[in-house]
C-alpha cells in the first residue's frame, strides 16, 4: 500500500527557517514527488517539484527561498525553506507520481495528509 509520510512542519517567526521531510513506501516505481501547499480560502499551489533524474522545478513565490532535494535510495523529499514570511503560512502536502505495481499501465498521483506550516510576523 502506497504511502506518503510527512514531517518537520510547525511554527516559525518571519525570517527563520524549516525543513520538511517526505518519504514514500510501497511503490514499484517514483517518477517524480514534490510539495504543494493551500492556504485558507485559496486553491492548492505548487511549490517545488524533483524528478527521479533530479530535475526541480518552483513556484515562482519561493524561487531562492526554497529548495528541493530528494534521495532516490530513501525514496525521501526534502524541502528546505528559508527566509519564511507570513504568506508562506499554509498546509503543505507532499505528492507523488509513480507506479503502485509492475502491471499498471500508467503512473498514478498520490497525496501525503499535510503537514502545517505556520510563519508568524
Known amino acids: 500500500q502506497v504511502q506518503l509520510v510527512e514531517s518537520g512542519g510547525g511554527l516559525v517567526q518571519a525570517g527563520g527557517s524549516l525543513r520538511l521531510s517526505c518519504a514514500a513506501s510501497?511503490?514499484?516505481?517514483?517518477?517524480?514527488m514534490g510539495w504543494y501547499r493551500q492556504a485558507p480560502g485559496k486553491q492548492r499551489e505548487l511549490v517545488a517539484g524533483i524528478t527521479s533524474g533530479g530535475s526541480t522545478n518552483y513556484g515562482d513565490s519561493v524561487k531562492g527561498r526554497f529548495a528541493i532535494s530528494g534521495d532516490n535510495a530513501k525514496n525521501t523529499v526534502y524541502l528546505e525553506m528559508n527566509s519564511l514570511k507570513p504568506e508562506d503560512t499554509a498546509v503543505y502536502y507532499c505528492?507523488?507520481?509513480?507506479?503502485?505495481?509492475?502491471?499498471?499501465?500508467?503512473?498514478?498521483?498520490?497525496w501525503g495528509q499535510g503537514t502545517q506550516v505556520t510563519v508568524s510576523s
Open positions: 510501497g511503490f514499484f516505481r517514483i517518477n517524480a
Open positions: 505528492n507523488a507520481v509513480g507506479l503502485e505495481r509492475s502491471y499498471n499501465p500508467f503512473p498514478k498521483t498520490y
